[in-house]
């Protein structure tokens, strides 16, 4: 499927950026990987993309999870990039797919130390629960497009979520990705992996917050129409905001990053959408954005 070599970028992409972090702050830390079809084709991407840190994993444990049904072969399949891995790193192959998280990550001892979880396929709340377990955790879940996951996020421990449709151009299904995390700072990161991808893999993104359901192609200045609306939606419901609100509520609450709300409050003063108070100035984050239902008659 086109969406799946987009999933492996984001999950390479989001690994090397969080591996660096999770070895700072920690002696131990733990990647759980399942998949409930038993298609692991990404654990390998990731094992050799641990493999480039392997300098930084002197004195630290790391240990890899990989849970998959039908995983006899798997072993066979994750041979070559386990080679290249140094005595640091632990890979532990489960059969049973998400179902078993929560026996795996408990026996991995992933509790309290920096957990990094993909879930590919449904999970139910005990899953989801075993992958906040990490101290920070983090995680990407990769569902059927339709069925949001935001609200089971919360439920789980993870305080800032946020989701994207991968829609195939070649008429594939469309799968729901969702990342769960505690930190601002990993989010804006995930964000810009998001839109950092290969953007010729036959895949474009669909903002599950946009009412229009529009395309959006992969591209580092991703098209701000979806997100004006969104904005403009968000100042009906909530009145003023300031560009620091409207930034915080892009990254948290839409696909886009905090950066593409400047981008796109200066789309919607420049057709005169949105006013703002001062009137002049630098668009700084203490701003104050008034959409079109709040401001005075004429």
Not at 88 to 99: D, F, L, M, S
Not at 261 to 278: F, I, K, S
């Amino acid at each position: 499927m086109p969406t799946d070599a987009v999933l492996r970028e984001l999950l390479v992409r989001h690994l090397e950026a969080w591996l660096p972090g999770a070895l700072h702050r920690a002696r131990r830390a733990t990647v759980a990987l399942a998949y409930a079809d038993g298609g692991a084709d990404s654990a390998e991407a990731a094992l050799r993309a641990v493999a480039e840190y392997a300098d930084r994993l002197r004195g630290r444990q790391l240990t890899v999870l990989v849970l998959a049904d039908g995983t006899a072969e798997l072993p066979a399949r994750l041979g070559a990039a386990q080679a290249g891995l140094p005595a640091e790193v632990a890979v532990h192959v489960v059969p049973g797919g998400p179902a078993r998280l929560p026996v795996a990550v408990k026996a991995a001892g992933a509790a309290g130390a920096p957990l990094l979880s993909y879930v590919d396929g449904p999970a139910d709340p005990a899953a989801l629960t075993a992958t906040a377990v990490g101290r920070p955790a983090e995680a990407l879940f990769v569902t059927a497009a339709g069925t949001p996951a935001r609200d089971a996020l919360a439920d789980a421990g993870f305080p800032l979520a946020t989701e994207v449709e991968l829609v195939p151009a070649d008429g594939a299904p469309a799968r729901l990705l969702s990342f769960a995390t505690g930190s601002d700072k990993s989010l804006e990161a995930f964000k810009e992996a998001l839109w950092a991808v290969d953007g010729f893999a036959g895949v474009r993104y669909r903002d599950p917050a946009d009412p229009a359901g529009r395309l959006l192609d992969i591209a580092l200045t991703p098209e701000p129409g979806p997100l004006r609306r969104e904005l403009l939606a968000e100042l009906a419901r909530s009145g003023p905001r300031t560009v620091t609100e409207l930034r915080r509520y892009a990254l948290t609450a839409t696909v886009y990053r905090s950066a593409d709300a400047v981008r796109a409050l200066t789309g919607l003063l420049g057709t005169g959408e949105v006013t703002r108070d001062p009137e002049h100035g630098r668009l700084g984050g203490d701003v104050l954005i008034t959409g079109p239902d709040a401001r005075p008659a004429g």
